[in-house]
């Protein structure tokens, strides 16, 4: 069964910066693509950004500029990390990880959410 799990979460002020990583726990032959996404308290879970198979990266309109996902090398090819710049109050959310794509593995994977990680932000 395979695990997501979101880190780096923390508080910062307006302006600064955050790195959160996901690391899924899967089989070494296995590629995974994941996607991020947030939920600010009382709104809905929305899409930030995501890694696709294909190498390219989509972001949503509110983060672009700011924000920056990537992947592993070959060496942490599982693990996937979205460099938060510019940080905003607006930015408030709990920060999911999500299996949008898998190469060499079951596709039983692809939906699989990590717990979160939360990101405060103070104006």
């Known amino acids: 069964q395979v695990r997501v799990v979101e880190s780096g979460g923390g508080s910062v002020q307006a302006g600064g910066s955050l790195r959160l990583s996901c690391a899924a726990s899967?089989?070494?032959?296995?590629?995974?693509?994941m996607s991020w996404y947030r939920q600010a308290p009382g709104k809905e879970r929305e899409f930030v950004a995501g890694?696709?198979?294909?190498?390219?990266?989509?972001?949503a309109d509110s983060v672009k500029g700011r924000f920056t996902a990537s992947q592993g090398n070959a060496k942490n090819k599982n693990t996937v990390w979205l460099q938060m710049n510019s940080l905003s109050p607006d930015d408030t959310a709990m920060y999911y990880c999500?299996?949008?794509?898998?190469?060499?593995?079951?596709?039983?994977?692809?939906?699989?959410w990590g717990q979160g990680t939360l990101v405060t932000v103070s104006s």
């Open positions: 899967v089989a070494a032959y296995c590629t995974i693509f």
């Open positions: 890694i696709k198979s294909d190498g390219t990266t989509d972001y």
């Open positions: 999500k299996i949008s794509d898998v190469h060499s593995c079951s596709r039983t994977y692809v939906g699989v």
